[in-house]
């Protein structure tokens, strides 16, 4: 049986590098933005749309109750964004279903909260540490940083909490929480691997 690994992240914490770390060592796929591509792909959508709905867009509730018209699929539908949801949850539990995988983000922790194999792990930090992380990254002053991350990790939890029934960031939201201050990420990966193959039928 397949098993899933889902990662949230605070913005700077350092998420997105440990799915691709972990991926590699693995050797299993990572989606984050490919996700997006996808659900566009599959329906046939504009990938535009896909991004209006994105967990790093600005969170809504007008947006989400209204929905918004799409010039792709012509001016007489009219599209709200827990139909674009249910697409891109759709190509979630798909990939899930057909392989070993790993989702960063997305909500994909409540998307497949019936997937007997699914890890949900969530990525914190310092605020320092976040900020120092984004400045580097994005080369951006500390002010911008934090403004960035505060903006961020605000819209994420409007996405999170709107679509699944759990509280982002909360530990009893997620089965495992690190706190990459704490832990490289080396050895965060190396703490996720060991729960996978002592809890999950990988196949090794």
Known sequence: MNYIITIGRQLGS????????????????????????LASRESGLGIDLFEKID?????????????FRSGHVGDSNYLCNETL????????????EKESCIFVG??????LRDHPQCLNVFI??????RIDRICLAQNIS???????????????????????NKI??????????INSS??????????????VFCHYDTGK
């Open 14 to 37: 350092g998420g997105k590098q440990v799915g691709s770390v972990l991926s590699g060592r693995l050797g299993i796929p990572c989606y984050d933005k490919e996700l997006i591509h």
């Open 55 to 67: 967990e790093k867009s600005r969170f809504s509730f007008f947006g989400n109750y209204f929905g």
């Open 85 to 96: 949801f249910k697409i891109q949850s759709d190509v979630i539990k798909q990939l899930a």
């Open 106 to 111: 997305r909500c994909a922790d409540y998307i």
């Open 124 to 129: 914190s930090a310092q605020k320092q540490d």
């Open 142 to 164: 500390e002010k911008e940083a934090r403004v960035l991350i505060e903006q961020t990790d605000k819209k994420r939890a409007g996405y999170y909490n709107y679509y699944s």
């Open 168 to 177: 982002w960031g909360k530990a009893t939201s997620y089965d495992l929480c």
């Open 182 to 195: 704490t832990f490289d990420i080396d050895t965060i990966v190396s703490i996720i691997e060991k729960y």
